[in-house]
C-alpha cells in the first residue's frame, strides 16, 4: 500500500516546524519599508525582509522567498523572534535558535537558517543606520 507523502510530512516535523512551514501571514511585500533587504543563497534561494519600525521597536516583519518550504521556515522564525523587539534585541537572533526552534529542520537544509538570519541582519542594518541590505 502507498503512503501518503502528507501524512509522512506531518509525521516527520515537529508542530513548530509545521506551522512555522505552513504560515502564510507574514509572506507580503510591503511598501515603503523602514528596513528592506534581498539575499540570495549559493543554493539559489533568494529572501526579502521588510521591517516597519525603528530602533525601538520592530512594528512588523514580512518576508518573500523564492525557495523551498525550509526557508519559508526559517523566514517564519524570525519573523516570530523579532517582531515586537527593539532592533538591539533582534541582533541577538541566530540560524541556531531558529534551527533549535524548528527541532526538524533537515541538517542538510541548515543553511538556509543561515540564509534567512543573515537577510534579517541586513534588513536591520538598513533600518537603524540607512545602509541598503541587497547583496
Ligand atoms: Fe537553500 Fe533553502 S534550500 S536556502
Not at 515537529?14 to 528592506?36: C, V, W
Not at 530602533?55 to 523566514?75: D, H, L, P, W, Y
Not at 543561515?114 to 533600518?127: N, Q, S
Request: some cysteine; glycine content about 6%; charged content about 25%.
Amino acid at each position: 500500500m502507498e503512503s501518503n507523502p502528507n501524512s509522512a510530512f506531518f509525521q516527520h516535523h515537529s508542530l513548530n516546524y509545521i506551522e512555522m512551514a505552513m504560515r502564510t501571514d507574514r509572506m507580503e511585500r510591503i511598501q515603503n519599508p523602514d528596513g528592506y533587504s534581498k539575499k540570495k543563497g549559493d543554493c539559489g534561494d533568494m529572501v526579502e525582509f521588510f521591517l516597519k519600525g525603528n530602533r525601538e521597536k520592530i512594528k512588523s516583519v514580512s518576508f518573500m522567498v523564492q525557495g523551498c518550504m525550509n526557508t519559508v521556515a526559517c523566514s517564519n522564525t524570525v519573523a516570530e523572534f523579532t517582531q515586537g523587539k527593539s532592533s538591539e534585541t533582534a541582533w541577538d537572533i541566530t540560524p541556531e535558535q531558529v534551527i533549535e526552534f524548528l527541532e526538524t529542520l533537515p541538517r542538510d537544509h541548515y543553511h538556509c537558517a543561515e540564509l534567512c538570519v543573515g537577510a534579517f541582519y541586513l534588513a536591520l542594518v538598513d533600518m537603524t543606520l540607512g545602509k541598503p541590505g541587497y547583496y
